[in-house]
Structure formats: C-alpha cells, structure tokens
C-alpha cells in the first residue's frame, strides 16, 4: 500500500489527503506549506462539523508541521475546507464515505516524522483517539495500530509470565531503559482488541545491563497468541511482545515462597488480590502468614539511632504505625512509611510521642526510649497488608529498614491492638484526635459490616402482640439468669404483657445458653425469643439486633446482671410513656447487691482533662437515702435499665454503634432522645438490683483504661455543646450530685 501522486519524493504531503484509520473512521493529513509559520493554526470548516473531531500537530523531521483531523466522515461526499485562524482557506479536500477510503500506510507516514513525533502519534491513537471514539475493538484500527507500533520497533523485545496471580491475571515480567521515566499507562494489544490495563508497574533497581526490571499484573487470558504490550510514559514509550509460553513459575505460592524479599512486588499482588472476588483476599492473608517478610529491628544502643515498629495496621482509611525510637545523636533524622512505589512518607506530620521502654541487650533488662503511634491517610486501600515497611532516616541521607512482623488482620484484634497503641496515661486528646480515633472509626465500620443475626430460636412466643418487649444482650455471663427470669416469672403484669428477647453476643457458648433457657422456660413457661450473633458485636450492635425483633410499644433495654427486687416494677415504667407523650425514657431505681445506690438517674461531670464523664445521682448512698425516693426528671438514665418507646428509638437510630466494646451508649441515647424536645425520668418506685459490670470486666482490653477514655473522649466531642448547656441551665443547681470521683473510682462511675 502506497500513497498516491500527492506525496513527493521525500514524502511531504503538498496536499492534503483523508485515509481510512477504522471501518468508519477517517484521517485527514496535511503538511504545513512554506508560506505558512509554523505556529499557525489551522481549522476545517464544513457543513456539517463531525462530533468528535481530534486534531494535533507534528513536527517533521526536516522542519515544519504536520496536521491530523480524526473524524467519521458523512455517508456522502462533502467538501472540507482547511483554513487558517484568520479564515483565509488554505486548501479543500472532498471527503469521501469511510469505506471508499484507502487505509492508512503509516509506514510511509512514518517517513518523514521526527522521532519523537512518530512515540507521539501511536500515543494518540491508543489514547486520545481510541478514547474518543471507541474503537478499540475495530479490526481495522487494530491493524494500524499494530502496523505503528512495528514500524516503532521492528522486533520487540520480550515480556514473560512469572506466574498466575489469579484466574485471568498474571504477573509480567520485562526490562526497560531508566531514561523513560514513569510509566503513566500500559497497553494490551491483543489478537482483536486493545485494552488499557488497570495495572501499576514495580520499577527494580537498574541491573548492570543498564536496564531496570520492571513487573506488572496484566489482565488478559493466558495462554493465548503473541501479543504487544505497550508502556507509556511522558518520556516515550516502551513495546514489548509477550509470546505464548508457560508461566516460570507453577503457582503464586511457589513464587511468594521463594521471594521473600520483594517487598514492593508482595504489596502489588496483595493490592490486586483485594480487589478481586470473595477469597482473593484470604489468599494473600494466608501467603504473607505463611511465607512473612524477614522482620528488621534495628537493636537499641547507646551510640547510634535505633528503632522498632511493633504497630502498623493498613486499613481502608489510612495506616496506624506504632513503636520506639532511640536518637542518641543528631544523627537521627526521623521514621518514614514506605509505599508500594517506593515514596517515602514521613511519620512525624501526625505522630503522638511518649516515654517508653524497650528491652536491651537481653530479655530482662529495659532501657528508657520514645515510643510513638501515628496515623498516615491514605487516597487508597493497599488491602490485607500485614507487613507495611518503613524506614529509619539519618541525618545524612541514608536509610535503614523498619519491617514489623505480620500483623492483626482481623477487626477485632485490630481494635485491641490500636488499644493498647499508648499507655493510658498518654490516652489524651492529641493521641485520640487525628490518630487513635480515625483508626478505631475504621476499625468499628469494618467490625459492622462482618455482624449479622446468625439465628434465632422461640420459646412459645404468642401470636398476639405483647405490650413491652424487654431485649436483654448476653455476653459469656449466663449466673444471673435463673435470679432474673424468677423475678419476671413472678411479676403478673410482666408475664401478661411482655415479651423477652434475649441476645447472645458470644456464640460459643450458644448450646449452653439454649440448654439453660429451653430448661428456664419449662421451669417459669415466660414467652422468649433468643437471637444469636455470628460474632461478638458489642453491647450496641447486640441491643439494636434485638430492638428489630420487638413487636411491644413499649422497649426495656435491660442488663443481663439486672435483677427484680419485687413485682410491678416493669408496669411502674411503662405508665408514664404510655400516658405522656412528652416523656422520652425512664429509668429505675438500681441497687448493688449490699442495698446502697448504684443509681439514681444519671448526670455529666468534667473530670481534671475537661472530659465529660457519667456519674449516677447518690451512688453509693444508702437505699432509702431521702432525695433517691423522689421521682423527677434527670440528664439521663442508665442503659442497664432503659425504657422507652420503640417509635423513638427507631426514631433516634437506637445505640450509637461506634463505642468501643460498651460504654457511653446509654448517654449518647439519652441525649440523641432529648434532642427530640423529649424528656427522661427517673422513677424510684420501681427499683432493681444491678450486679455491676459482670460481663464487661472479662474484657481485659477495657480494663486497661484506653476504651474507655476513648469512649468518653468521643461522647465528649460529640456532646460537649449539648452536655454544658444542660448542665448549666437544666440541672446546674442540682444539690444532690457529689463531687466528680477520683480515677480509682472511674470503672465504677463510667457505668
């Protein structure tokens, strides 16, 4: 195929010719002549203006420019006029339909670009204008592209398959020259079709051939007939062939086992693998389980900076790092978090630091260092990363390597690991604010979305619509449940109107709680329903399943180590709400077990850092103590009894589910209720025992302070504005709250 009289002996197109580039797509070609500077503008003019039309400009090897117009062409012939910015016509050409044009020759087209023209040309056609029209499945354009990419590069150098990543994608294999720069886009072109590849290269450190090896995961059937494989970058453009040939290796797992050391590549596959369907992701948990980075400390000395990160959780928002270093010297520039294309992330622009200690020369000695915790935000998930790497500075430049060993990738444990992250007297607001929280707020959504009810079972439930509902979570705890269900048992107005559904937030021990409440309910012949959880959920997410359950009016949120101290109790909380309408929740009397007050309606007191905390009015006090026995309205009541109506709590959203284990739920309620206009009651003719804290205290990441700091750090951010107005206003001249506790007491004052 050749171009006809228009072309002269070195190839200059004198006048300007339309070729066929697709089955209906055409080309229009021009070169600039003499009279014209090459900075001219030039624009068709015609009937009728094609949508999309692209145009660009080459330079020619000798000097001067060439001009492209992409477009389809009319089913008839039309007339196209080549004129100039100031609309002087410098040529006309009759287009002709796509189909009586001849296709374009780019090899003869070729002859006269400049080099750099010519990388330019074969970007445009596999992105501006395989974009713009969509053609990347044409045949002919297919063709053309193919014809330019050889006329490129002649013989192509190789690409080969490393392994099978997952079913259609594989991990490729080539060399490319350093001087290209980044690569920006790769390309797929294929038997029929070119496909732009959602791929990002791993760039290897230049070897002594000059070249730097570069991998890549291509999404393309294997094995199937040669194809090119294009690598775009603002510097030129890369081609290689990829032939048909077995992968080199039989499997991902015999690569990964025997590559520990390519960190940058292990974080591309694990990248991938968590975009892919259900089971991808396990897999490459499980391949950096069983075949881990080499993990790197660099040991304490007297001397010389040294470091450790014990702490680097990948979450979908961003990443929590945690550890120590030593600085002895100026030598210690900083700790940076290293991404998958190496960039290197300084950890000190959102880090917390505090006194620590880490152990010495052998496992019993511990020398002062500075431990630290800090968050990195991420644009984008590197997926189930277990070993995020980092980097130790120096002052002069250069850098040693920081690799933790494999961390949590389960929620749960995640959420107790970032708990433990500081000490509990550093868990304050600069360590809560843009680094601990942003990480267990991540951590408590991914947590929600793995819940669901697992099953549920009935106990000669009614067919008629009770009254009350009484929703009652379990959680390992089952010693107070014969006290319990006795005391319900014998209440008449509870038996005739009430419901119970009892939550079991600890799976495991569901044959044991069936067994138990299947012989309760022969024993005491209560209407039951019992909802089990597929996995510890939490004392919100447990609540709120149950509330779905309820068919009563009337909804009692109830502690499983809340017992009756007499009938009529249940009838006594429910009166108010069904005959005001004004009146949003109610709470009881609470006794502990000795008879002295564990609660009296609830209250908000600032504790020495300025954070709210819940105190209970006269906990503590003797049962009868006098200002108890009067009904009245209050702050808020505790969830360890709660009554309301169901409207209203569906109507709030019921408990806030993003406290951490459980706490500060019931607060957060009360206050989402009185946001409504409504009120909430205290009301001691209905009175209870409350055996406190017996499930919570198994928990022993509770226990150790950080949750629950956390927990009213988060209550106080979200409720300071309403908090201080109704403590200042409503019930700032209350005689009956004591002073705000000690921290020895603070578990108890919490509750």
């Known amino acids: 195929m050749t171009f006809d009289e228009a072309i002269d002996a070195i190839g200059v197109f004198r006048n300007a010719k339309i070729f066929r580039l697709g089955a209906d797509l055409a080309i229009l070609v021009w070169d600039l002549s003499p009279p014209f500077p090459a900075t ?22 000798h000097g001067g420019q060439r001009m492209f117009w992409a477009m389809r062409p009319e089913q008839q012939p039309v007339n196209v006029d080549i004129c100039t910015e100031n609309g002087a016509i410098a040529e006309t050409v009759v287009m002709q339909p796509a189909h009586m044009l001849t296709p374009l020759d780019v090899e003869a087209l070729f002859t006269d670009l400049a080099p750099g023209s010519r990388i330019k040309f074969v970007n445009n056609l596999l992105t501006v204008w395989r974009s713009a029209f969509r053609i990347a499945g044409d045949h002919l354009f297919h063709m053309i592209v193919e014809d330019a990419l050889h006329a490129l590069v002649p013989e192509p150098q190789a690409a080969s398959i490393v392994c099978q990543i997952a079913q259609g994608r594989h991990l490729i294999e080539t060399a490319i020259n350093p001087d290209l720069g980044d690569i920006i886009a790769i390309y797929a072109i294929g038997a029929a079709s070119i496909a732009r590849m959602a791929a990002r290269p791993v760039l290897g450190r230049k070897a002594k051939s000059g070249l730097q090896p570069c991998h890549f ?197 995640q959420r107790n690991h970032v708990l433990r992250a500081v000490p509990a007297q550093h868990a304050v607001d600069s360590a809560f604010r843009t680094i601990l929280a942003p990480a267990l707020q991540d951590i408590e959504r991914r947590l929600g979305k793995t819940i669901e009810v697992d099953s549920t079972k009935d106990y000669s439930l009614s067919e008629t619509t009770p009254l009350v509902s009484i929703v009652i979570p379990l959680y390992k705890v089952l010693d107070f449940l014969r006290f319990q269900l006795s005391g319900m048992a014998t209440d008449p107005w509870l038996v005739a109107n009430a419901e119970i559904i009892f939550v079991l937030d600890s799976p495991e ?113 003797p ?47 009360c206050l989402k209720i009185r946001r409504l206009g409504l009120q909430i009651a205290y009301e001691p003719a209905a009175c209870l025992y409350h055996f406190e804290r017996r499930s919570i205290r198994r928990s022993q990441d509770y226990m150790r302070g950080v949750a629950s700091q956390y927990n009213s750090w988060l209550h106080t951010q979200r409720w300071e504005d309403d908090i201080t107005d109704l403590m200042a206003n409503q019930f700032g001249r209350d005689q009956d709250r004591p002073a705000a506790t000690n921290g020895r007491n603070r578990e108890r004052n919490a509750a």
């Open 40 to 61: 001219t503008k030039c624009l068709l003019s015609m009937d009728r203006s094609p949508v999309p039309l692209v145009s660009m400009m080459l330079p020619l090897g």
């Open 217 to 413: 995961i291509a999404e393309a059937p294997f094995p199937s007939p040669p194809f090119l494989i294009v690598l775009l970058s603002k510097n030129g453009a890369a081609i290689r062939q990829l032939a048909d040939g077995k992968p080199r290796h039989p499997s991902l797992q015999n690569w990964w086992s025997k590559n520990r050391e390519a960190a940058e590549l292990r974080e591309m596959i694990v990248r991938c693998l968590a975009t892919l369907p259900e089971g991808s992701a396990a897999t490459a948990i499980d391949l950096q389980v069983n075949a881990p980075l080499p993990a790197n400390r660099i040991a304490k000395s007297s001397m010389h900076p040294s470091g450790e990160i014990d702490l680097a959780l990948a979450l979908d928002d961003g990443l929590l790092a945690g550890g120590w270093f030593h600085a002895p010297s100026s030598a210690f520039a900083g700790i940076d978090y290293v991404k998958e294309d190496g960039t290197a992330v300084p950890l000190d622009a959102n880090s917390y630091k505090f006194p620590a200690w880490a152990e010495g020369k052998d496992e019993k000695s511990k020398t002062d260092v500075t431990g630290f915790v800090a968050w990195i935000p991420l644009t984008e998930s590197p997926g189930p990363l277990l070993q995020p790497r980092f980097q130790l500075r120096l002052a002069s430049g250069a850098v040693r390597p920081l690799i933790p060993k494999p961390q949590p990738f389960e929620p749960a444990t």
């Open 509 to 621: 021990i569901q044959d044991e709680t069936e067994h138990m409440l299947g012989g309760l309910h022969l024993l005491h012949g209560l209407p039951m329903k019992l909802v089990v959880m597929n996995r510890n959920s939490g004392y919100a997410r447990a609540c709120n399943a149950g509330a779905r359950f309820a068919r009563g009016a009337i909804l009692v949120m109830l502690n499983s180590d809340v017992v009756p101290k007499g009938p009529g109790w249940l009838q006594v909380l429910s009166r108010p709400l069904l005959e005001n309408s004004r009146l949003g929740a109610i709470g009881p009397k609470l006794l502990f077990e000795d008879g002295s007050l564990q609660h009296a309606g609830l209250y908000f007191g600032r504790d020495q850092r300025g954070i709210w905390l819940n105190h209970h009015f006269n906990k503590g006090m």
């Open 623 to 669: 049962g009868d103590y006098a200002p108890a026995q009067h009904a009245r309205e209050v702050p808020g009541v505790t969830g360890a009894c709660l009554v309301t109506r169901k409207v209203i709590y569906e109507r709030v959203g019921g408990f806030t589910e993003d406290y951490v284990i459980g706490d500060y739920e019931d607060s957060d309620l």
